[in-house]
């Protein structure tokens, strides 16, 4: 296949390495902004013919780039394109999947039918927030999750830090990571697994409720979790095992959207390691470690 990698913003180092593993072509987008806020994306590569990769998070400026997305989509069917695989390693609104208060839209679905809209093969993300979220679209999707990265990377960590796997223990921060949780404790060879209940009583604000201490006490706490935005889920849980006894906590999260104070947040409330992935791309202190989704992207194209 004659590929051709494109990324509007989101991605773009990422989109570089799959055009290079593939010794494929990287596509070149021109995006124009008008007087009266409309934009205009297209590929100023020649696609017709090609297969054609797009790699677009949606994270930073979420609508622009939801817009251009469509656009770029539009843009590199209606000039050719033989193909295109669609990846959204971050999907924004993942976490409006349901009403939680009167009168609520289900933002999630309205832009999974928004995406739907648009002419491609398939779509691959990383993590969704929720399995529903799947049901959202007619078009193939794949659900892609990074478990197998954080148990490599797990594992490397207790090696050197001479950690035995009988002291740890995967902690889900809600009921909602149960699924994340079972699959990292599976991979590590099945570890014990201990669910925090949570409350929110507002948006970006969680409190998490009391457990028996007995089933953290001395543990290295591994707490995993998708999406981490402002840190106060995992701030709170973190220092919740701290205080019943846990003898170190690691956090794992796959879309390191860290809004403005999360990294302090989350480093005041005494994590001793915090690792992401690369789905969202940003620059980040050197002490968080940075987990390449590269290979599940050529898993899916090969």
């Known amino acids: 296949m004659k590929y051709i990698v494109f990324s509007i913003s989101g991605n773009k180092k990422l989109a570089k390495e799959v ?33 054609v990769i797009i790699i677009q998070s949606t994270s930073k400026n979420v609508n622009d780039e939801l817009f251009g997305l469509l656009l770029l989509l539009d843009s590199a069917k209606r000039s050719g394109a033989r193909s295109i695989k669609l990846f ?20 999630c679905e309205v ?32 659900n892609k999750p990074t478990t197998s990265l954080f148990a490599q990377y797990y594992l490397s960590y207790f090696k050197d830090n001479n950690i035995s796997l009988k002291d740890v223990v995967v902690v889900s921060p809600d009921h909602g990571s149960n699924s994340r949780a079972d699959m990292l404790s599976k991979a590590l060879k099945n570890i014990d697994i201990v669910i925090l209940d949570k409350v929110r009583p507002q948006p970006n604000s969680a409190e998490h409720l009391e457990i028996d201490g007995k089933l953290v006490k001395d543990k290295v706490c591994i707490l995993i979790d998708d999406i981490i935005d402002t840190g106060g889920t995992i701030a709170s849980a973190s220092k919740l095992l701290l205080k019943k006894g846990a003898k170190s906590v690691l956090v794992g999260g796959t879309h390191p959207v860290f809004s403005k104070g999360c990294v302090s947040r989350i480093k005041r409330s ?32 090969k």
């Open 19 to 51: 055009a290079r593993s593939l010794n494929a072509e990287l596509g070149l987008v021109q995006k124009k902004c008008f007087a009266d806020g409309e934009i205009m994306v297209k590929s100023k590569s020649d696609v017709k013919g090609k297969d």
């Open 88 to 107: 959204m390693p971050y999907f924004a609104y993942s976490r409006q999947e349901r009403v939680s208060w009167t009168n609520e839209p289900v933002s």
């Open 111 to 142: 832009v999974a039918r928004m995406i739907d809209s648009a002419d491609f093969n398939n779509l691959t993300c990383f993590d969704l927030h929720h399995p529903v979220i799947e049901t959202f679209f007619k078009h193939s999707i794949e």
């Open 270 to 301: 005494g994590v001793t390691d915090l690792v992401v992935t690369n789905t969202i791309e940003k620059k980040l202190n050197p002490s968080i470690k940075v987990l390449d989704i590269l290979p599940l992207i050529l898993d899916e194209i």
